[in-house]
């Protein structure tokens, strides 16, 4: 899978400290592995009075660390469309991750996940997120109180039960994703202040997406579909091709144009998958196969033995 990376501008607050000490080998530049991020913010929740180190630091994080998505969050006459601007603009600042707003009845749901299999653990890096999309709430002025659920993709710990008391609600582990839910109503809410941005275009996160994802290698955007859909939704060629707007023709051509084709792609993101579901899950063989797209166990078991040499069963609980 390509380097997924983060912007050095968030490391760099989140760390209170040159993005060169972040990562060392590679001096001062834009963008530092995501995956060296996420494994700092492991060592400093592990670290004695660290467990909620990540989710303080995620609300008290300041807009500008974000660029221009934090300019127009800034900008946003309501909360629901700074979140909305939040969901769109992640792909500038993260790659490989996927944020997302859905609303149901009279709720709320803003979830949160890194795409990339190989990073894990990654706890730390959730919480610094949710604590994020909770500050950006809070400042048009929802209640800190105001949530109704908290869920985490990892195991409950000391953590994430100091974060329960301390937003006065129960965090859910072991879900697919993480995500925080609060009430539909907040999202008229206006900000409290009267911050504004007069010199960017509302449009900015709209523009330099369109720029960033014309540059992106087809091959990187079927990976991030796919991974995304895998346990959502069905992952054939088809669908992929109808989500980023080709034909199932121009997109074969386009990706042998890159060296490789739909399948090769869609067998290596169910490798990595596969041993991440079996190792930090506690998902069924069978319910494995369901979310990596597979008919049944029996087709599952066969890929799984032919690429790593054994049967998915010797690998479970292996994390």
């Known amino acids: 899978m390509d380097t997924s990376v983060i912007s050095s501008s968030i490391a760099k607050s989140v760390f209170d400290r040159p993005v060169a000490a972040i990562d060392e080998t590679s001096g001062p530049v834009a963008e530092v592995p995501l995956s060296t991020f996420v494994t700092k913010l492991e060592k400093r929740r592990a670290s004695p009075g660290g467990a909620q180190s990540a989710w303080f630091k995620g609300e008290q ?54 795409l990339d299999p190989d990073i894990w653990p990654r706890r730390g890096d959730a919480e610094l997120t949710l604590g994020i999309i909770h500050s950006v709430c809070m400042r048009f002025g929802m209640d800190r109180h105001a949530l109704l659920d908290v869920g985490f993709e990892h195991e409950a710990d000391g953590a994430t039960c100091s974060i329960s008391r301390y937003n006065r609600t129960d965090a859910l582990c072991d879900e697919s994703e993480n995500y925080l839910v609060f009430p539909v109503r907040c999202l008229s809410l206006t900000r409290q202040d009267t911050e504004r941005v007069a010199h960017l275009s ?19 955007r079927v990976r991030q579909k796919i991974l995304y859909r895998m346990g959502l939704g069905s992952i054939g060629q088809m669908d992929i091709a109808c989500e980023l707007g080709l034909s199932e023709r121009t997109l074969r051509r386009a990706l042998a144009a890159e060296g490789t084709s739909y399948h090769e792609i869609r067998d290596e993101c169910r490798r990595s998958m596969a041993l991440a579901l079996l190792k930090r ?18 087709a599952f078991s066969r ?7 054994a049967p998915p069963s010797r690998h479970c609980g292996k994390a």
């Open 202 to 220: 509302w449009d900015a996160p709209d523009q330099l997406l369109s720029s960033h994802l014309r540059h992106l290698p087809v091959s990187c």
């Open 61 to 114: 994080l300041p807009l500008e660390s974000l660029g221009v998505v934090g300019e127009v969050i800034a900008k946003a006459p309501t909360l629901g469309a700074a979140l909305r601007k939040f969901v769109l603009g992640l792909p500038l600042v993260q790659s490989n991750t996927t944020l997302s707003m859905e609303i149901a009845d009279d709720k709320v749901r803003v979830g949160y996940r890194i």
């Open 303 to 309: 890929a799984f033995s032919r690429w790593f040499g």
């Open 281 to 298: 899950s506690r998902l069924s063989l069978s319910d494995v196969a369901f979310s990596l797209g597979y008919s049944d166990q029996t």
